[in-house]
């Protein structure tokens, strides 16, 4: 018979990888709450127009990546493909713009894009998702920035480039997208199809294009930067400001338009050469209409999202995990029940423990209790009965010592907690 085997583009994380998962998320939960930010948890699945209108119907997600499907009753729901939308959603149905008095949130969870599969690119993945919502000042946008980055730092990531860029508003956004068309379609032969077809739909992503044979084209057309209103130029310059008042480096690029239709002004993105074409980490930025354009008040927000598989993908690697502190092997068969006891004892005050029950040779349980990380191991065998002790061996000094039975739980508690 055929085995199932996981859906393509999924992928299951196995007990070796999840250390690395609960570091991240740790670190996560730690430091965004030393920046006011707290967890909320949204469905998995939305109706699909939350996403239509929210992140845009030409975008890519939205066009062809989506897990829609129709339910019983005929509505249409999707998959989440992102958080920012349903985070939205829930803060206008629950009226928390009105009732927090510091809208600042976070969601870690799976979302869902039908892409082609690669290094770093999955069907499901996670993100941690960081949302300010009613903040218009640009020191919120730096400051989002300064917590991601410091989140990277705090995982141990050591080498990335933050990627810096202002898309513009709903004033100047649609002249720059008219003088990006006409310059595009004075260059039709040197698109490719995918391009010629964006030059109608959404020329700003023809300037995400990777194509060798457009990057010339590409590098010659007008930017973004020369046809930003006031307003947009002056929250850029304070962005740049306070970025550069931290220390923090950037590049700018100005084709660095982001995938979803929602972002005004600030966009940005952390790349790392070590991820190889999925090089994006994080991306985020500004999405001052998004609120008003789901039905809540017109107020403003700034946020990112980072992909969990691609930062784990990247991290030096941690420490062997140690599985247990004391491993307990009792070689003689009338030494397992006080090893049942003792071990019942030991977890009920904290302590890791394993005991193996196979009752393997001595150098075998040696063995495991090293690949278990065990820092004791307690040894009951015929000779450790007749004189009433444990034996119990410190892996780290290799030194042994008895330990009458009446005292070995207290002994190991206080060896384990110190
Ligand atoms: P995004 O750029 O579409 O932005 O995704 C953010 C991050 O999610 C990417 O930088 C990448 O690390 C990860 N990611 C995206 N697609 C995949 C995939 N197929 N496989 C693995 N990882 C992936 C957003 O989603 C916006 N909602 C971010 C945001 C929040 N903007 C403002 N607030």
Request: aromatic residues 6%; contains cysteine.
């Amino acid at each position: 018979m055929v085995s199932v085997r996981a859906v393509k583009g999924t992928k299951d994380i196995l007990p070796d990888e999840t250390a690395s998962w609960q570091r991240v998320e740790a670190a996560a939960r730690t430091l965004f709450a030393r920046y006011g930010y707290r967890e909320v948890r949204t469905p998995i699945f939305e109706e699909t127009q939350l996403f239509a209108r929210g992140i845009g119907a030409e975008t890519d997600i939205v066009s062809k990546e989506m897990y829609t499907f129709d339910d019983r009753d005929g509505s249409s729901l999707t998959l989440r493909p992102e958080a920012t939308a349903g985070i939205v959603r829930a803060v206008i149905e629950h009226n928390l713009i009105n009732t927090d008095p510091a809208l600042k949130v976070y969601v870690l969870g799976p979302m869902f894009r039908r892409e082609r599969p690669q290094k770093g690119r999955y069907r499901q993945f996670h993100q941690l998702d960081v949302e300010a919502i009613g903040y218009a000042n640009p020191m919120v946008d730096v400051e989002v920035i300064e917590m991601a980055l410091a989140f990277l730092e705090a995982c141990g990531l050591q080498s990335y480039e933050l990627v810096l860029n202002s898309v513009g508003d709903a004033a100047c956004r649609p002249q720059y997208v008219e003088v990006l068309r006409t310059a595009l379609r004075a260059n039709l032969s040197k698109l490719g199809e995918d391009s010629q077809r964006r030059t109608e739909s959404n020329p700003l992503r023809v300037l995400d294009s990777k194509l060798p044979e457009e990057q010339e084209l590409i590098a010659s057309l007008p930017k973004i930067g020369d046809h930003l209103c006031a307003p947009c130029r002056e929250h850029f310059a304070e962005v740049k400001r306070h970025l550069d008042l931290l220390g923090i480096r950037y590049r700018l690029d100005s084709r660095l338009v982001r995938g979803l239709d929602y972002y005004v002004k600030t966009t940005f993105e952390v790349v790392s050469g070590e991820l190889g074409a999925q090089n994006s980490v994080l991306g985020g930025g500004r999405y001052d209409g998004l609120v008003r354009d789901l039905g809540g008040p017109d107020i403003p927000g700034v946020g990112f999202a980072l992909g969990l598989e691609r930062l784990v993908l990247i991290l030096p690697p941690g420490e062997g995990e140690r599985r247990c502190d004391v491993f307990l092997a009792p070689l003689a068969a009338p030494a397992i029940d006080a090893a049942l006891r003792l071990q019942h004892e030991l977890r009920k005050s904290g302590v890791r423990v394993l005991l193996d029950p196979e009752g393997r040779s001595f150098k075998s349980r040696m063995k495991l209790a090293d690949r278990l990380g065990a820092r004791f191991v307690a040894i009951l065998g015929d000779d450790e009965l007749g004189r009433g002790v444990w034996s119990v061996r410190d892996m780290a000094g290799s030194s042994q010592e008895d330990v009458p039975m009446a005292r070995v739980a207290l002994h190991l508690k206080e060896k384990v907690h110190g």
